[in-house]
């Protein structure tokens, strides 16, 4: 299925993709344009903003006309030591429910970098493709409560199956929004780091 093909995708050497965009594209500015990848559509503002939670930055500036004025060094938005930390720190995807390895996770920011969240171990969480794809696209929340639990918010137009407030159906989002209502109907669920027992049955 196309969850196995992901994880294959992402099995291997890491893939070393460019994506060029905006400041106003990642901060989800409205009118900003798509970001730019070769052999791709137009990204939207969802798709970068995942895509910018773990990787290399370059600041590139450009003039008027575009042309190329002055070019940053890379940077990690998780540097080695936090990504290490983090690993060690989560083991799994942080997802309710979900076990899937630190090998097969993205860093996930709590509060995005672009808007000022920081790249602390408070600040990140492992999450799986498929579900750091539900928070950006997915329109899903994820919040940390006081006591370190995630919780899970799903997005309004899930809960009853209706679709997004505010418009029409897009291209996609009749398949997207199928497969979210495929989803637990509860609009809250929780990620604990030490979980209940069962109880013991009566002997």
């Known amino acids: ?56 930055v370059m600041r590139v500036l450009l003039d008027q006309e575009s042309v190329v004025v002055d070019v940053g060094r890379s940077r990690r938005v998780i540097s080695g030591p936090a990504r290490r930390a983090l690993k060690a720190r989560d083991g799994h995807c942080q997802w309710a429910d979900c076990e899937r390895p630190a090998s097969r996770c993205d860093g996930h920011h709590l509060v995005h970098w672009i808007n000022g969240g920081n790249t602390e171990l408070s600040n990140l969480i492992l999450l799986c493709h498929r579900h750091h794809w539900l928070v950006h696209e997915g329109g899903w929340q994820l919040i940390k409560t006081e006591d370190g639990r995630i919780m899970q918010i799903a997005p309004p137009h899930s809960w009853g199956g209706a679709g997004a407030a505010g418009g029409g159906a897009g291209p996609n989002q009749s398949r997207v929004g199928k497969f979210i209502s495929s989803l637990p109907r509860s609009p809250m669920r929780w990620r604990s780091a030490s979980p209940p027992r069962p109880d013991r049955p009566d002997s």
């Open 1 to 56: 299925n196309a969850d196995a093909l992901v994880e294959l995708a992402h099995g291997g050497k890491p893939a070393n993709l460019q994506i060029t965009a905006s400041v106003e594209t990642v901060k989800g500015l409205a009118g900003a344009t798509g970001g730019e990848m070769e052999f791709s559509l137009p990204l939207s503002s969802t798709s970068v903003q995942r895509m910018a939670c773990d990787c290399s």
